[in-house]
């Protein structure tokens, strides 16, 4: 019988994305969610806050044909739905399936199928752009201009 998930079918890909990850992301843990997702958790702190998130795999990973690519960048605290409702809109935010609202960490013209693949490390250091943008902007230091046209 065929693997199901792409961790099972391709371990070389798995290895590839935890040896990634302990390099440069190592206070995050992997998790295989209830849906059979894999999921990297951990906080970072690149400004005045610690930012809690996770990195969910997409069950089609690696693939880079939507905005996002196949890692998905959910904040869990502080929580992007909550920021939202607070301040009306959030530059560069995605909403999934079920309505939950993710970071856009990659355009589909910045990466090439077959070419670079996005992992979680890439991910979430796109995240980390996005996180500082965001504070420069939530602080008036960054212009909603420049944030919805070329913060990120």
């Known amino acids: 019988m065929a693997a199901f998930y792409w961790y099972e079918r391709d371990a070389e890909l798995l290895n590839g994305e935890k040896m990634a990850m302990n390099k440069f992301f190592p206070n995050f843990q992997l998790q295989k969610l209830n849906n059979g997702k894999l999921s990297w958790f951990g906080s970072l702190?690149?400004?005045?806050?610690t930012w809690y998130l996770q990195a969910v795999y997409q069950h089609n990973h690696p693939c880079n044909s939507t905005y996002g690519g196949s890692v998905r960048i959910y904040m869990i605290d502080p929580d992007l739905d909550i920021l939202q409702n607070r301040k009306g809109s959030i530059p560069h935010v995605l909403c999934d399936e079920v309505g939950h609202?993710?970071?856009?960490?990659?355009?589909?013209?910045?990466?090439?199928?077959?070419?670079?693949?996005?992992?979680?490390?890439?991910?979430?250091?796109?995240?980390?752009?996005?996180?500082?943008?965001?504070?420069?902007?939530?602080?008036?230091?960054?212009?909603?201009?420049?944030?919805?046209?070329h913060g990120i």
Do not use: H, Q
């Not at 702190?45 to 806050?49: A, D, I, Q, S, Y």
């Not at 980390?128 to 919805?148: C, M, N, R, T």
């Open 45 to 49: 702190t690149p400004g005045k806050r």
């Open 101 to 149: 609202l993710y970071i856009c960490t990659a355009r589909m013209e910045d990466i090439k199928a077959g070419n670079i693949v996005t992992t979680a490390a890439s991910s979430i250091a796109w995240a980390v752009k996005w996180i500082s943008a965001f504070e420069l902007w939530e602080e008036g230091f960054l212009s909603s201009k420049d944030f919805y046209g």
